[in-house]
T-cell receptor, first 114, second 115 residues
């Protein structure tokens, strides 16, 4: 079975500051990794994903994440946040073989203060 | 093009009643997923449909929950004899199996409140 741990339930930061949202996973088989964002009263939107290749992946809205296999981590970063980045962020994994059902972390609520 | 749509957007029901939630996936998407988002449990997988294969029902929390997908398109999630713990946002997602993107596209969800 797979599990995902997002180490921070809430992260407050000031506008234009950098941010890192932490994600660790556990799996006995190889997985794909994803970050989804949920803006208030909206559905989930894919930010970025790691399938293979370069461990540094870039996504939409200036976000990037780095896959670290030895530490089983997939932390999300942005060098300078904006008010519009206020949302809930979910890290997720799916196994490579078979059904692509997602296993999600508990989410991190990112609040940007002016 | 049109995204995943779900109806109703909100549903309030009395404990013990049955409810049906509908999902219209993106046209041509062969895979369809149901998830549940609740305060206590976070985002949980419920059920997965892929083409003509038997659905993966491993996430359904009890036998009060069932789902079907007609004609490889629209899906209905049915909850019988609803309980207060069924209150949650039910999310549907679809994807194109066999593509290299592995991206699931989510609908806006149905917020179910059981009183």
């Amino acid at each position: 079975a797979q599990s995902v741990t997002q180490l921070d339930s809430q992260v407050p930061v000031f506008e234009e500051a950098p941010v890192e949202l932490r994600c660790n996973y556990s799996s006995s088989v190889s997985v794909y990794l994803f970050w989804y964002v949920q803006y208030p009263n909206q559905g989930l939107q894919l930010l970025l994903k790691y399938l293979s290749g370069s461990t540094l992946v870039k996504g939409i809205n200036g976000f990037e994440a780095e896959f670290n296999k030895s530490q089983t981590s997939f932390h999300l970063r942005k060098p300078s946040v904006h008010i519009s980045d206020t949302a809930e962020y979910f890290c997720a994994v799916s196994i490579i073989q078979g059904a692509q059902k997602l296993v999600f972390g508990q989410g991190t609520r990112l609040t940007i203060n002016p | 093009g049109a995204g995943v749509s779900q109806s109703p957007s909100n549903k309030v029901t009395e404990k013990g009643k049955d409810v049906e939630l509908r999902c219209d996936p993106i046209s041509g998407h062969t895979a369809l997923y149901w998830y549940r988002q609740s305060l206590g449990q976070g985002l949980e997988f419920l059920i997965y449909f892929q083409g003509n294969s038997a659905p993966d029902k491993s996430g359904l929390p009890s036998d009060r929950f069932s789902a079907e997908r007609t004609g490889g398109s629209v899906s209905t999630l049915t909850i019988q004899r609803t309980q207060q713990e069924d209150s949650a946002v039910y999310l549907c997602a679809s994807s194109l199996e066999g593509s290299s993107s592995y991206e699931q596209y989510f609908g806006p969800g149905t917020r179910l409140t059981v009183t």
